[in-house]
């Protein structure tokens, strides 16, 4: 069942869940995710970000909307950080069913004009459309210089301003996550307050980015405040390819179909324990 971001996360507000949005770059990663939510009864997003999406072509998208579309499981096929106005219509073309417009790093006045222009887009064709106040940061992947860089939090007094405007479907706020993964021994420390003070202003389905590498209790306790969306990316891909590596150390295989299921199960541990933290198990049933 393939709809869009505002009918699947409607549902999840209605009865207090989260869902997950999953970064793929490919097939075995994809059927690893799509697999899990349907062994899960749990609805799913599936994301890929600018440079995933021309990495795997729109033709693998072609392929990612008919296994969708035939799942009996609730599914989005999300754009993750489109940068621009061709970047959302190159996804509407190759049939995602939502699409993020980060205008974030620009002035705020831009950022509204540029977010306006693909909700008028995307609602024409009923695809749904995500923004983002604030700016997540980015991990230096070094521990000696290890920072949150150039991250601003989302001030919110502009949620009500911004969504009102614009008419978007889901909010990226930024409260301290970064994303990529934390330098060995850095705990993160999310400012979960915000989630309150936005939720107080606005029911706007929120989204977090960077939700890889946190510690379960802060992530699931900002699901339970009420974010309604949680990317994962860089905590199944990690998982994914050491075990990949470690089966290649171990053996002279090198055929795909042999190696790549080691990473597939990997894959599907870390997705299945993401969506127990989001409370989503079983509530694909929710949309019968």
Known sequence: MLINLREILEVAEKYDFTVGAFNVTESSMLRAVVETAEKNKAPAIIAAATNEFEFA??????YAVKRLTNSKIPFVLHLDHGHSFEDCVKAVRAGFT???IDGS????????ALTSRVVELAHAVNISVEAEIGTIGANSGSEEDYGVEGICYTDPKDVVDFTGRTGIDALAIAIGTAHGQYPKGYIPHLQLNLIESIRALTKIPLVLHGGSNNPDEEIEKGCRLGLRKVNISSD???SYYRAVQQYLNDTNDFFPAKILPHGMREVERVVARKMELFHCIGAADYYR
């Open 57 to 62: 072509g729109s033709e693998f998208y072609q």
């Open 105 to 112: 790093k620009l002035p705020y006045e831009d950022n509204i």
């Open 236 to 238: 199944f891909k990690v």
């Open 98 to 100: 939502s699409v993020m």
